[in-house]
Nanobody
Framework: QVQLVESGGGLVQAGGSLRLSCAAS????????MGWYRQGPGKQRESVAT???????VYADSVKGRFSISRDNAKNTVYLQMNSLKPEDTAVYYC???????????WGQGTQVTVSS
């Protein structure tokens, strides 16, 4: 497994920006998919954005055009740039690492993002 530590959350006004970082305890170069998920109050955890080892991103419809995911394999870090934030983006954001073999499915502890109207 791998330890993941998120940072960069906070309180921001609607329309503002934040950049989340996810630092891994070891190389992420070979991990199949790295991703960001979120869980809002009273809601189920949902996928926000994922990125493959080849650098191909996939976004939830609700964040397309506003959020951007990237991975820096040299720094063992995945980023989520969030622009034009909306109150409905308020949630705890979790980083995830997945790999097929060896099997890996690791989660970070989460970072709170609160968007005020």
């Amino acid at each position: 497994q791998v330890q993941l530590v998120e940072s960069g959350g906070g309180l921001v006004q609607a329309g503002g920006s934040l950049r989340l970082s996810c630092a891994a305890s070891r190389s992420i170069f070979s991990f199949s998919v790295m991703g960001w998920y979120r869980q809002g109050p009273g809601k189920q955890r949902e996928s926000v954005a994922t990125i493959t080892s080849g650098g191909n991103p996939v976004y939830a419809d609700s964040v397309k055009g506003r959020f951007s995911i990237s991975r820096d394999n040299a720094k063992n870090t995945v980023y989520l740039q969030m622009n034009s934030l909306k109150p409905e983006d308020t949630a705890v954001y979790y980083c995830n690492a997945k790999n097929s073999w060896p099997v890996i499915n690791s989660w970070g502890q989460g970072t709170q993002v609160t968007v005020s109207s």
